[in-house]
């Protein structure tokens, strides 16, 4: 019984010690009343409250030391992630800092780090392929929906790992694939607009092209999700599958809608100028897509090919000129922000 009150001791003591030396830390964590950090992902709590009330899940193991996603040659060492021993979620969260900063074998590392603390933490997992699809390549395509997968069993109404999964799939040529994982997202959450977009996002994709379907896809979503009939991204997304069919009437119908919706929506600008033009009225396109091309001038380089034909049907052969040298300025720009040379947008332009 003393060992017992002794360990008990030693731990309470070490983590009294712990709290007091990040509270005198100059970029000390800002901790709630339960001990988890106040900035961590919104998602970790939802996760939290999902795990409370639901029935518990069967059992799962998530990552294992034996699994390809431990032991792949390129595995990073967890010294590149600088909070490797502060838990599952501190080290979870700033795998995601990472991410966004471009630096993938710190994030994975701090995901496998994560992962070793709490084995199927669904954010660590899902981190860890959204880490490994970053590469583009086979090998990293199949650790991805690994990662993926391994999420989905720890918790099935993970929808943003679901429409990851889908997303690797598809990117990946596996059509069937991909649409049974957005599918799958669509069931388990059926008023979550996330879950919709990619399914109408899967039916408009140039290897799909099923625009029947992705209209209906937009159509139900905007009925089962809260507010979905006057979403602008729902809106567009019945006006993009419209214009796929060249239904021009219907497109500028719905872009022109979520366009009012929303004023500042690029795309929307862009899509009810594209048809448009498509139905043969040149002015307005003219109108819709320089909106387009000013709040966003990387909204599409479609768009300014779209202007550049709308101003030479009105006879405006140098402005339509000028709007080319304008989005392969605007692309070249962005190239170079990255360190690139020119974008493929940028040479298309050209």
């Known amino acids: 019984m003393r060992v017992v009150l002794k360990r008990a001791f030693c731990r309470s003591a070490r983590s009294v010690a712990v709290l007091a030396l990040l509270a005198l830390a100059p970029c000390a964590i800002a901790l709630s009343a339960d001990g988890s950090p106040t900035d961590e992902p919104a998602e970790f709590r939802e996760y939290d409250a999902s795990s409370a009330s639901a029935v518990p899940p069967s059992p799962t193991l998530g990552l294992t030391d034996s699994m390809p996603l ?42 496998l780090a ?8 669904p954010m660590a997992l899902y981190g860890l392929g959204e880490a490994h699809a970053r590469y583009d390549t086979r090998a990293r395509y199949d650790l991805a929906v690994a990662a993926y997968e391994l999420a989905i069993d720890a918790w099935p109404q ?63 979503a905007a009925l089962a999700v809260p507010g979905g009939g006057t979403s602008p991204g729902l809106t567009l997304g019945i006006a993009e599958a419209a214009r796929g069919a060249k239904r021009w009437r219907e497109c500028v119908e719905k872009a022109e809608a979520a366009a009012s919706l ?22 307005e396109a003219v109108a819709h ?36 040298r304008d989005g392969e300025k605007a692309f070249a720009e962005t190239s170079d922000a990255r360190g690139g040379g020119a974008s493929a947008a940028a040479k298309e332009l050209r």
Not at 79 to 103: F, I, P, V
Not at 114 to 121: G, Q, Y
Not at 268 to 277: D, I, S, W
């Open 289 to 324: 897509l320089k909106e387009a091309t000013r709040v966003d001038p990387r909204v599409s380089a479609d768009a300014y090919r779209a202007l550049a034909t709308a101003l030479g049907e009105l006879g405006k052969e140098d402005e339509a000129a000028e709007a080319l």
């Open 158 to 220: 993970y929808v943003d790992a679901r429409v990851a999964l889908g997303d690797a799939h598809l990117k990946n040529k596996r059509k069937k694939r991909a649409r049974k994982a957005y599918a799958s997202a669509v069931r388990v959450a059926e008023t979550d607009p996330l879950a919709w977009e990619a399914l109408g996002r899967f039916y408009l994709d140039d290897a799909v092209r099923d625009y029947k379907q992705a209209s209906v896809a937009y159509r139900r």
């Open 262 to 283: 929303a004023p500042g929506f690029a795309r929307a600008r862009f899509v009810a100028g594209a048809c448009r033009l498509g139905s043969g009225d040149a002015r």
């Open 70 to 111: 431990a032991t792949h040659a390129d595995k990073p060492d967890e010294s590149l992630c600088d909070r490797a021993e502060e838990g599952h979620r501190r080290a979870t969260t700033r795998g995601n800092e990472l991410l966004k900063l471009g630096e993938w074998r710190s994030a994975e590392a701090c995901y």
């Open 114 to 121: 994560a992962l070793r603390h709490k084995s199927d933490f």
